[in-house]
Each structure stands twice: as structure tokens, then as C-alpha cells.
């Protein structure tokens, strides 16, 4: 299948340089689609090397054909397993009810692939394995962001400036990016009040990956489909979940909720945030004891989980309205931070830099007015998108996760007497675009349910749009 005029686009591709701030799964995935669009970049992560940290990573049908464009499918499929359910359980182990994917409705059929669950470590690992090392700096704290009418200047914890012409932030729900734009904003006075307040934050989490384990104790691990085992601890405000990866490994997480909504400002919550491995030995023995569908405790997943890789990390939830300003551009968790029960953290992050790519490759002059002009675009097309993620993973994680008779009968009702057509509403609504990458070939996209055409992205140069006469 032909790209959308493919020639055309390539033609209007400017010599400009872009840098992007942090490799986590957004940044770089912007590293490839720029490498395939032929446009010149830098990425900066603060790590000296790429965060092992972290558990699994749900990839849905929505961006698989971009893998698949990318020729990166049959590594997906060789590092993934397929979601085969969610078993919701009491913390006797007895089931509440079970969310499959194969029925009432098959997601394979329906939309040509399931959601491929995989290790984050091994979906960085891949990703990052498709950018030419001299473009990824690791060790690049960035610490400060300034920006001019003829581009923008970067400086790093180890001292080191960068320029560049435009500056894209997929560094993460504490955005270094974002405090140093709305810092810049706020002095001015051209910050929405909503983006100042404080993140919320209701869920702490421990998460790990442990090395293989033995299949023969449980025939599960080695199953083609990783079977999800949600488990509701009432007693201890705090759910569990174990995830079947490939290679017999079961990537773990317990999710502690807080009854009332704590706030923090943003200072305070960087301090207490991050996916950092050093307070999480500390929560883990809280929940060693906990049972599990594997015929051992979590305490003994958590042995087997290499020392040093579990992490302890906040769950906050937040939409942000400032996007852009200027050269600088926000994408992912650093304007949609999502919780993770939706699974749409990595997924809505790929869309977001697939969407301003496709809009960079038109880009028609390297001035600010033009630049803003392809950032609203960018905005337009993502922020509803990204409002709905926010606030759908607050309402799964009530779903999920909270005590009370209300919330039982929700559960078991979701669980056990959801209609095929609900099913197939819901599902088709995340399936209605499955984008890909606008300035190389476009590959055919499975299932019997076909996403609508891709509407080229377009956004209007500045020198083009009729504005208002202005006065004086
Ligand atoms: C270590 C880690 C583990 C995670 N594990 C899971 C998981 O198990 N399950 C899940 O659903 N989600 C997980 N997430 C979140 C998930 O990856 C994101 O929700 C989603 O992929 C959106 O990604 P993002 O690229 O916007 O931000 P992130 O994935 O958060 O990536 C941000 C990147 O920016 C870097 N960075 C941050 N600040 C700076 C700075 N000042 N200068 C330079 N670089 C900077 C970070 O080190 C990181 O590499 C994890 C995130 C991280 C960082």
C-alpha cells in the first residue's frame, strides 16, 4: 500500500535539528520515526544507561500496524506473549469474574492481533536497538531550558549546552521539560491555574520481573497467553498482580491505595517519586506473605526478582492544558499522565509522537510562528485523546481496586455479564484509528474490523492563516 503522497512530503522536510529530552518508550520511539522521516535529532536521558526498572508493557492493536511498518512486528511477537485474561480474584484465591479476550469478543479476529504483553526492559532494549548509538546521550540530566526567537538552548546536570530548533519532552510524569516551561509561563502569568495544582496521587506500587521460573510448578507460565492473575487484598487496601512474560518469567506488582486522595506539590512529589529501586525492599515486606495462583507467596517471586530491579513508584494521575510553547513541545506521561490499570501509558505516548512527527515532516519554515502553528495542530489532534486516558484510568482503577458492596457488584457485573455488543462498542472505539507513520509506505492493517482511512495530518503554515487585524 502506497503512503500518502509520499513524495510530496518528503520534499518539504526542513533541515532542522530536533532534540529530545528522555529514552523512555516515547522518546524513543520518536528517535525511530525521525530516523525513517530523515530528520536530524539528539536524544538526552539522565540515566548512564538504559532504566532496567519496571514490569510489563501492554501494546494494543491500535499501534501495532506502526510496528508492523517499521518491520518491527516479528520481534514484538518473538519478545511478547498475547493477553488471554484478566482473572479477578478474592485474596482466597476464589474467582470474582474474568475478563477474556477471547470472549464475549475475539480481539484477534475483530482487530488482527491481541495486545502483545511485554517486558518494559525489553521493549526499550528493541526500541532503542533501531537508533544509531551516537544519537543517544545518556548521563544528560537536563536542568534547564531556554528559548529564543532562533532556537533553544539546553543545559545538562554535567554542564554540557545544547542548540537546537526545536526541543520535544518525553521526559516522563516529572517532566524537567514541562517545570521549566511552566515556570517561564507561570512568571508571566499565561499559565491555566489547572496546570499549577498539584499532581493527586491515591496508589503506591511495587513492581519487579523475576528471572525464569519453573514451568512444571505451574503449566501456566509456559502457556501461549499470558493470563493475567488480579487479586483484591480488602483487608490490606491493597491489590496484586502477576503477569506471565516470555521466557517463564512473571513480571509482579502490588498497587496500595489511600482512601483519601493525597496531594502533594510538585517539588515534593519529584522528592518522593521516581521508579527508583532504593525504598522498595522497604514496602516489600508488607506483602511477602500474600498468596499467589502459583502455588508460592509473593515473597518468593520477589527472591527470585534480580536484587536491586524491584521498584517502588507513585502512581499520580494528571491532564495537563499547556502543551507547547514557543519551540518546545510536551508529549506522553509529562502532559497525560495516566495510571497504569487502563494500559494506555505506552500506548497513547507512541500515538503522541507518531502524531507530531507526521506533523514535523511538513514543517514549512524553521520560525516560531510556523513552529506554534504545527504544535497546535499536534495538540488539537492529541489533547482529547489524552484528557479521555486520565480520567479512564482513574474510573478502571476504582474499578479495580476499591472496597465497598457498590464497587463488588460493578465488578462481578463488568466481569460476567458484559455483551458481546458492549464488548465490541468499547473495544471498536480504541481501534477506529490505527495510524501509521505518513512519509514511508504504509502496510495493510489485519482484521475484519478496518480502522477508518488516515486522514493525512495537515496543519496550516503561520504565514497562511488570516488573523484578526491587531490594534495600535
Ligand atoms: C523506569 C520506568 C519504568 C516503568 N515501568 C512501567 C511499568 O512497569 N508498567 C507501566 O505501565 N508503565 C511503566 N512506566 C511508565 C511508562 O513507561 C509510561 O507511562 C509510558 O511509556 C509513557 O512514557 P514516556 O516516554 O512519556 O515517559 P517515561 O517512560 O517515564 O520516560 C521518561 C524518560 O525520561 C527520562 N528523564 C526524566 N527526566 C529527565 C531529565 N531531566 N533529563 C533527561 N532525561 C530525563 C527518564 O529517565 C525516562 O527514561 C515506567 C516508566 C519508567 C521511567
Known sequence: MASLDNDDTKAAILDCHICIVGAGIGGLMMGILLERADIKYTILEKHPFHNPLGSAICLEPSVQPLFRQLGLMDEIHRLSKPFGAMVFREDNLDIIGIFSAQTPLNINDRYGGYNRIIARRDLCALLAAQIPKEKIKFGKRVLEVRQNAGEVIIRCSDNSVHHADILVGCDGAYSAVRQGLYA??????????????????QYDCLVGVTDPMDPSKNPSL????????????????CSYWCIPLVGNRISWMVVKFHNKGRKYAEDQLFKHSGWGAEA?????????????????ELGELMDNTPKGSMAKVMLEEKFYKTWYKGRVVLTGDAVHKVLPFGGQGANQCIHDVLALTNLLVQLKSNTVPDIEELFESYFKARSPIGRTVVNMSSRVGNLMNRKGMMNDII???ALRHMPRWLSQIINDKWSYDRPQLE???FVQVP?????????????VPASLVEREPTCG
Open 447 to 459: 482484521g475484519e474490523f478496518q480502522p477508518r482511512p488516515q486522514k493525512r495530518s495537515v496543519y
Open 280 to 296: 522498595a525492599e522497604l514496602m516489600s515486606y508488607e506483602f511477602r506473605e500474600f498468596i499467589t495462583t502459583y502455588g508460592c
Open 411 to 413: 465488578r462481578k457485573v
Open 184 to 201: 517561564d509561563l507561570s512568571a508571566k502569568g499565561d499559565l491555566p491555574k489547572q496546570d499549577n495544582a498539584p499532581m493527586g496521587y
Open 439 to 441: 512519509c514511508i509506505p
Open 222 to 237: 509456559a502457556g501461549k497467553f499470558s493470563e493475567f492473575q488480579t487479586i483484591l487484598a480488602k483487608n490490606a487496601d
